[in-house]
């Protein structure tokens, strides 16, 4: 069984890398590699655009929406518990630093709303 799923990773990455490198032949957009710094990067513009700080880029309104502001900045909490003491350094900090700038701008909005 584990030689069978070898087999198949194998494969697959060779598959992958051949359409990627036809991909960059022919002009197309090629996605970056995905990676933890990019994930979580991603995560946080979403949270930055449910909390209005930066227009969404499909409607290029700006737009606010706390409670999936608070679904994302959650999200990124899990993902840090999740993956305490497997994330170098740089990683560790980024995330870190992401969450607390996320987590002030989020009460400041939430306590905005009750002044109202």
Do not use: C
Request: hydrophobic share 35%; glycine share 4%.
């Amino acid at each position: 069984m584990e030689e069978l799923k070898k087999k198949v990773d194998e494969s697959w990455k060779e598959q992958v890398s051949k359409e990627k490198q036809e991909q960059k032949e022919a002009g197309k957009f090629v996605p970056p590699e995905p990676d933890f710094k990019f994930f979580i990067t991603t995560l946080t513009l979403q949270a930055s655009i449910a909390l209005g700080h930066v227009p969404n880029p499909v409607t290029n309104k700006t737009e606010e929406d706390l409670t999936q502001a608070k679904f994302l900045i959650d999200t990124l909490g899990m993902l840090q518990q999740k993956t305490r003491n497997n994330l170098n350094e740089e990683e560790t900090g980024l995330l870190e630093n992401l969450l607390f700038e996320l987590r002030n701008a989020y009460l400041v909005k939430q306590d905005a709303g009750k002044a109202k």
